[in-house]
Every structure is written in C-alpha cells, then in structure tokens.
C-alpha cells in the first residue's frame, strides 16, 4: 500500500484520485502500482532543539499510520524563516509539512524580513506548554527579584538568549521592558543557548520545559520561574510563574503541524484524522507529559483559532513593549 494523503489505500481508487488531485504524486505512478517520495516534515531548527525529540516520534508515528515514510527535514536559520519559506513554497501535495512554532507568527512583530503567516494552513496543534527563566546551576540569582536588581544594577550588561526560539525572543524582550536593557545574544537553536547558559557565556536564557527539564535536573542550569500563569502541575511545580514578580507576563508556546496553503481540503482532513490518531497513543500521551506540555489534538480551525488569538496577543505585546523589529 502506498500512502495517499487525499483518501483510502486503495491502489486503483488511489491512482485515479492522485491523477486528479495530486499532479506531482501522479508522475511517480509506474506499470500497476505507485512510487511514492516520502513525506518531509521540514522543522524549522537545528537537530535537539525543542522540536528535536517530538518531531522523530511524530515521523515515526504518522508513518505507520500512512504506510509511508515521513522523513525530518531540519532548516534552521532566519528565527524560522528558511523553513516557512521552503514548505509556503512546495506543491500543496500532503509531501510537504511544517512544523509550526510560534515564531511562524511572532516573526512579522521582531524582523524586518518575515514571512506572512497566511502562507500555510494548519493541520493540527500538537501541545502546548511553558517556558523557564533559566541561568547557570552555579549562579547567584535565585528569583525574578534577582534577575531584575541584576538587570537594573548594570543596565545593558546582561545578556539573554534571543533569536532561537521565537518565545525565548519574545520572553527576553519583555522581561527587557520590565526590568532595563539588556544584551541579546542570539544562538541558531536553544540546544547551543542552554550549552552557552552552562558555560557562563550567557546570563539568561528562556527555554520549553520539555528541552531545558534535563538540564536543570542534571543541575547544569537553574530554573528561577515558569512563563504560565499558573504553576506547572508536573516536574516544576514548586517553580513559581514569572508573574507573580512581573504583573501579566504570560507566554505559553505550542507546536502543530501545517501545510502550504493551497493543499486542498481533503489531504488537510485526511493529515488532520492520523495525527490525531497518533496523539492519542499511550506512548505519544506519556512522552508529552514527561516534557511537561499538555497534548492538544483536535480540529485545523482550533488550531487556526489559537493562530489568530496569539497574532493578536503578540501585537499587543510588541507594542507595549516598544519592541522594534530589528
């Protein structure tokens, strides 16, 4: 069987449908049966990123559940930019996926050279979940109250991560507007930011809970605060929220799956049934929760829905905070 994002496993009823609907599927159609590509689930960061590890099994799964290879197409680069681009730019054909991130819409709001958001279409959101203040395990601040005396006794000397991960931009810029300038160092991907916070070459860094738990349980880094309103019911629930220092800071990120724009409805419903079916496996729904994120699952328009509320969220954000795309 071969996989057809469009409907069945059928070969016959498959190749009549790829014809139609898929011109690109169809070339690869040889004597009575099919030979398909692999579907790329192209991720917009390095390999051990916070999509790293969730991004293979994500592969895996799908794959099972479609028959078919699904393969992870790493293009870091641009606060996300090369990715988005690269998949807004291939056939709407269910080959081509992206691995959505909030830096899909946070980028039009902190670069002068983004990408409209419009340009893919979502699939599913997979997860959301929190980020953690991070600094060295070693280090002499304890809480938010620290960071911020730090930041305001040498204005513009302390540095943050920025650039890795859209919500560690986002984070360290209103944490910049609370407390006082502050150095931005941007890394390729929160794997080097979290190497360069152990090696005391940064001094903050924001990172999801899911990427960053190892660490700070090896004590390598230090976890001073959670960016959800609410205290983490897992791992970090004795961490308290930054809000409770910093009044209404609240940043949640998420992952999802999306497609180029012009995919037609039936390959997006189709993609939308299996990954479904692949968050709720009991080893998808336990590998969440040891991350410390929250599964989401359910319909494209939900996660369309939650697109345009953080669009809205992050446009008040960058203007309160007076944030300039650089």
């Known amino acids: 069987m071969t996989y057809s994002p469009i409907a069945g496993f059928g070969v016959a009823a498959l190749a009549a449908l790829l014809a139609v609907s898929s011109p690109a599927a169809a070339q690869t159609q040889t004597g009575s ?32 559940h479609i028959n078919q290879t699904v393969i992870v197409d790493n293009r870091p680069g641009a606060g996300g930019n090369i ?35 419009s340009v893919l279409a979502p699939v599913i959101q997979l997860n959301t979940g929190p980020f953690l203040l991070l600094v060295n395990g070693k280090s002499e601040l304890n809480s938010v109250n620290d960071v911020v005396a730090k930041i305001r006794s040498a ?30 160092v941007a890394y390729p991907g929160n794997a080097q930011a979290l190497a360069a916070l152990e090696r005391n ?11 960053s738990g190892a660490w700070v349980k090896d004590g390598k880094l230090k976890a001073l605060a959670i960016t959800s309103k609410n205290r983490n019911t897992g791992d970090f629930k004795d961490v308290p929220p930054v809000g409770e220092t910093i009044p209404g800071f609240e940043l949640v990120g998420w992952q999802g799956i999306m497609v180029p724009k012009d995919t037609p409805r039936d390959i ?12 709720a496996e009991d080893e998808m729904v336990a590998f969440v929760r040891n991350g410390n994120l929250e599964l989401a699952g359910g319909t494209p328009e939900a996660f369309a829905d939650r697109i345009k509320r953080d669009t809205e969220m992050f446009a008040r954000i960058a203007k309160e905070a007076k944030i300039e795309p650089q």
């Open 33 to 64: 049966g099919l030979v398909s590509k692999p579907v790329r689930l192209v991720v917009p960061g390095p390999p051990g990123g916070p999509a790293g590890a969730i991004s293979l099994m994500i592969a895996n799964k799908l794959g099972k």
């Open 83 to 117: 990715a988005i681009e690269h998949v807004a730019r291939s056939p709407g054909d269910g080959f081509t996926l992206f691995f959505g991130v909030p830096a899909l819409i946070t980028n039009q709001f902190f670069q002068k050279h983004s990408i409209d958001p």
């Open 201 to 211: 070459e940064i001094n903050l860094a924001f990172d999801f809970t899911s990427s």
């Open 268 to 279: 997006v419903m189709n993609l939308n049934a299996a990954l479904n079916k692949v968050l």
């Open 155 to 184: 204005p513009g000397a302390i540095s943050c991560n920025s650039g890795a991960v859209a919500l560690s931009t986002v984070s360290c810029h209103v944490l910049q507007a609370y407390a006082g300038p502050m150095l931005m």
